[in-house]
């Protein structure tokens, strides 16, 4: 049973990612806010750091063609780059400490990477409408902000979460 709780919760995450972007655009402050929901991604780097990198490498790539395929005109770029920051996180964690704060810090400058290359691949493609600097003010702040929300309120219960079902494999 607990071989399935891990892509159900995935799954869940996914959809999730759904729900909580149809709160965006935001008015704050007179401006219009984009909040862009990337907790998939931190939960596929939490499984790559505190479960197995194998295992986060195929979640990346599955989830990442799922997103291409739900919420995306482009198939590709999310199935390649969830693996491809997976691999450069685990990469860099190699040679500073795995502590949380560390991980979660690096799971936003990723999540920032990430935004950064999408409108890039967008605006090589030419259906970006918005220049960089109110991609920085409407999108990217908020965004990282958001996921900062999340990673305060779950990034240790999935921790936890992640380590216990670590421990359950190494049991069986």
């Given at each position: 049973?607990?071989?399935?709780?891990?892509?159900i919760?995935g799954?869940v995450?996914f959809?999730?990612?759904?729900?909580f972007?149809t709160?965006?655009?935001?008015e704050?402050?007179?401006?219009?806010?984009f909040?862009v929901?990337r907790?998939?991604?931190?939960?596929?780097?939490?499984l790559s750091v505190?479960y197995?990198p194998?295992?986060?490498?195929?979640?990346g790539f599955t989830?990442?063609?799922?997103?291409?395929?739900?919420?995306t005109?482009?198939?590709g770029?999310y199935m390649?780059l969830?693996?491809l920051?997976?691999?450069?996180?685990?990469?860099?964690?190699?040679?500073?400490?795995q502590?949380l704060?560390v991980?979660?810090?690096?799971?936003l400058?990723l999540?920032?990477?990430m935004e950064c290359?999408?409108?890039?691949?967008n605006?090589?493609i030419?259906?970006a409408g918005?220049?960089?600097k109110?991609?920085?003010?409407q999108r990217?702040?908020?965004?990282?902000l958001?996921?900062s929300?999340f990673l305060?309120?779950l990034?240790?219960?999935?921790?936890?979460w992640i380590?216990?079902?670590?421990?359950a494999?190494l049991?069986?």
């Amino acid at each position: 049973m607990t071989r399935l709780i891990l892509p159900i919760l995935g799954i869940v995450i996914f959809y999730s990612e759904s729900i909580f972007a149809t709160f965006s655009p935001i008015e704050a402050y007179g401006e219009t806010r984009f909040l862009v929901p990337r907790f998939l991604f931190l939960f596929i780097l939490l499984l790559s750091v505190y479960y197995k990198p194998k295992t986060a490498y195929i979640y990346g790539f599955t989830f990442g063609l799922l997103y291409d395929v739900f919420f995306t005109g482009i198939i590709g770029i999310y199935m390649f780059l969830f693996p491809l920051l997976v691999y450069i996180a685990l990469y860099i964690l190699r040679f500073i400490n795995q502590n949380l704060i560390v991980v979660g810090l690096l799971g936003l400058f990723l999540i920032a990477l990430m935004e950064c290359a999408v409108y890039q691949f967008n605006m090589l493609i030419g259906v970006a409408g918005i220049d960089f600097k109110t991609f920085l003010t409407q999108r990217l702040y908020s965004t990282l902000l958001f996921n900062s929300l999340f990673l305060l309120l779950l990034a240790y219960p999935l921790k936890s979460w992640i380590g216990n079902l670590q421990h359950a494999h190494l049991e069986d």
